[in-house]
């Protein structure tokens, strides 16, 4: 099962994937992985493959102030494109706003 979970940084995020999906591997910090990954001159569409059958955790980056630096422009697309190709093949989509979970792909599984 693949689940990607969404939302603005601290919200809680973390805890909504152990509590929900106690028994699947957790992802979390996506977001950070990608900026490692550009830095190292690696293309993040490349982590797509290591994060199926996984809960993975990820801040919303693209919403607030457009970025100055090229580079930071750059990691806030790469992060939103990993986030839809991740989000396009995944049984359930979460998003977290104040640490309240809600489904917008599949469905949350009951507690």
Do not use: F, S
């Not at 919200?11 to 977001?31: C, F, G, I, M, T």
Request: glycine fraction near 10%.
């Amino acid at each position: 099962m693949t689940i990607l979970i969404i939302g603005g940084a601290y919200q809680n995020k973390n805890e909504v994937a152990r509590r929900y999906y106690p028994d699947l591997v957790r992802v979390e910090d996506l977001h950070v992985r990608v900026r490692e990954t550009l830095a190292a001159g690696e293309d993040p569409m490349a982590l797509l493959d290591g994060l199926r059958g996984k809960v993975t955790v990820c801040d919303e980056v693209g919403c607030g102030i457009v970025p100055l630096r090229r580079e930071d422009e750059a990691w806030r697309e790469a992060v939103g494109r990993l986030c839809c190709a991740l989000a396009e093949e995944a049984d359930a989509v979460i998003r977290v706003l104040a640490g309240v979970p809600q489904a917008i792909k599949g469905e949350l599984p009951c507690l």
